[in-house]
């Protein structure tokens, strides 16, 4: 029996991780496509590529995961249940176009799993919830509208005496590589999430102990399962993100692009699992008031920023659903 939900779990986290993956495309690709510097199938290749790449060369989050978000071990069926939460929450918003944060969907999930099965708020170290999800999912959006803001306002002054459609040849070039940067960081960051889920039901079942770090399987299996997803690519997020906030420009597309990568790679390195979703989208805004503040679409941007407020509480409602649920077969 516990193998069998041990395989259930596995099974749940390579579903779950694919759906981040096409979930999440228009993090990395959105941009570019919205310009017309990459077609929609080039840019998702290298995308798929790049993630799976970004996969493998941390587990900083993935140990945050793993070990900073519940304390104890918990049951096979509780951690499938987290992720059911996950998964619905992540269908919803990808139906409704609507660019919601995988990352907190599943430790939301998690969080409303691990207090429901133990009745006790105290299962979850909400020190390590305040530092690494909490503090990040408001800070790294603000840090990615900053720097996206600035970022334009120093290219529009660099060159203010350029031809237009020569800054436009130039950053149809340079935005390869800033959507290259982006992808790379989003599989940095986003696979981790799964690969510590994996590994927190390993170090449960008593297959590996809870200081032998995250396998190399392990690590393979999320990279594979999320540059798969990734290829069958986000498109009515794309449109939201790429197309409907903003007008982009190649000029643009980099700033924003560069701004938002540069964020996703210091919060990876300092382990926090933050939404690439929330961070591209706040660059996109950042760049577009630095053109002119009524360049963004407002509208949709609330409608953005609403769903960072409501996945979090909404998930945890899911997460202890599921679990409760689960809980009759198989307690």
Known sequence: MATAMLALVIVLSVIFDFINGFHDTANSIATSVSTRVLTPRAATLMSASLNFAGALVSVNVANTIATGIVLGPLKQYVIAAALCGAIVWNLITWYIALPSSSSHALIGSLVGAAVVVTGNIRIVNWTNILDKVILPLFSSPAIGFVIGYFVMKLLFFLLRRAKQRTVNQCFSKLQIFSAALMA?????????????????????????GAKDGIPLLVKLVCAVAMACGTSLGGWRIIKTVGMNMIKLQPIEGFAAETSAAAVIQIMTALGSPVSTTHVISSAIMGVGSAKRFSAVNWSTAKSIVTAWFVTFPATILLGAGFTLIFKTFFS
């Open 184 to 208: 790379y960081s989003h599989g940095s960051n986003d696979a981790q999430k799964t690969m510590g889920i994996i590994t927190m039901a390993l170090v449960g079942g008593g297959f590996i």
